[in-house]
């Protein structure tokens, strides 16, 4: 039964380590972070603003990278705790991306010392002392109120504190999810199902505090940009965003190494389709959260809350904020509710691409409103610019890094039952 | 309608889904079309083995979801603008954010009953009577255990003499000759 060898069991090769073509992706990345950054500090200079959209832009940046780092890193404990097959698909992509923290946390270096520290970046660094500030008219009397009111909260000291601790508890977690997955391979088969509740307690404990901490992240950085503005769903939706990209770069990833050994061999319809539901998913959760956020506040109509909101919505903004839900939700909600467009790796990679631009151009609705020159005031200027460069700069190093930790270890994770199914022919359920 | 009387088909019994689609795929390859394959649980691989073929339910669920999203919408603006114009908390009378979660609503409920409704409609069921239930393996093994392809009479390459010995040649469990 020669023609019917597909539904015979496949074996996995002997080399499991990273094809060579990712060292191709390794460099074409570094290119492109190396021109867009040289264009972006060109366009710093040019811009004659203080550095300002420079430092806007490189908050993006920093925010988008981080998601991806971090939000692989909350991926992966969630895929330990709900097991599947697709788990064992994403878990060392994921890991690698994890590993790239070192290169997240010098990306937030900047923004905490220029940002908070030399006070260029957030209102409540730059106006400690109210009163004078808002005698000499800089800012208004609700945002001098709200920076005094949340003094506790948003000073440098904490910022720093919280920062760092939060920093500090993802490394550890960081630490050991790569340290057990390299252990739990070198053990033996028996053992796994010790390995298995290991990394159920690490990560059922890890996903919640991920949360919170992501939260306080969110708040701090994003957030706290207008001092006078404040949502409890906020870091929620940080983290369905990050989960969001993530699946993106991650399916990108898989379908990018299918050409080669050992993806190729494990690598299934079935496992690429239920990726590109659990896309569909986040895809719904995502504007779910959106628009219940803004459907409150647009019922609540008060005063303290709404102007976040017209600032993104007047002066030409409803424009990009149009475009946010027609790249964030319309386009991939639309493309992804079609079976074969899930199965069919060329078409998905498309979702993909238009999935994490969207990231970034929501994430430019969210920062770059909350500056005076820009809230409700949509115009051209050189500075603004700098969101196109120096966001791509950052993430596409962020990409040579990650491409780095690709190539450092197997790409299958073999100690793991899923291991014998994945590479059952597709149908043998039974 | 006249009484259908003779052989309904012949339906070879298979331990696992492997074998099944194995003798789906060459049955197919052979020229066979009008035959089905039933299974305990749902096996995608056997329905592409015999000539998947794409069913409208998709397009109505579609179609449903659309006009409930479409219904709503237009109720809600139609009251809002029209027929019982109210200023609630100053707003205007066309106020989509409100609309949208009823709307929202529809749309899943238009789609979820057109799925149902629409899956029923195009499969034929409910069905009172099959001829395959004559079989005693078929009613004891095709919801618990067994997979089950049967070749229907009505295809035109169907002879019960060489179509036994096609289906034979797949080392099934049995193979029966099923009545009308």
Redesign the interface.
Known sequence: ?EQ?SG?HEKTLPADLSAPAFVNGWRSRALIIGAVFSIIGVILGFLANDGWAHFLRAWLLGFMISFGFCCGGMALLMTQYLSGGKWGLLVRRPLEAMTRTLPLVFLYFLPVGIFGVSLKKLYLWAQYPDTENALKNHLINATQAHSIHFKKPLLNPVTFWEVSIFIFASWALYTFLLNRWSLQRDADSQPNVFYWQKRFENLSGFGVVFYSITLTAAAIYWVMSLDPTWYSTVYGLQFLVGQAYGVLALVILTLIGLSSAQPIKTIFRVTEQHDLGKLCLAFTMLNIYLA?AA??II??G?SPEEIPWYLDRIRGGWGVIATLDFVFHWLLPFTLL?S?DLKRIKRKLVVVCCIMIFARCWDMFWLIEPNFKDAARNLHFSIGILEYIFVPTGLIAFWMANYFSQLKTRPLVATNDPHVAEILE?????? | MPIQEGTYGLLAEFD???EL??AA?SAYDSGYRRMDCYTP?P????AAAIGFHRDNV?LLC?LGGLLGLVAMFSLETWISVWAYPLNI?G?PYYSW??F??PAYEWTILFAGLSAAFGMLALNGLPQVYHPLFNSVNFRNGATSDKFFLCLESTDPKFDVAESRVFLEGFKPVSVVEVEY
């Open positions: 039964m019917h539904y628009f803004f459907l647009w019922s109509n509710l079976r022919p597709e149908h043998a359920h039974a | 696992t889904p492997s689609v194995r795929q649980y096996v995608e691989e056997a998709s579609l908390a707003r954010p409100a949208v979660v």
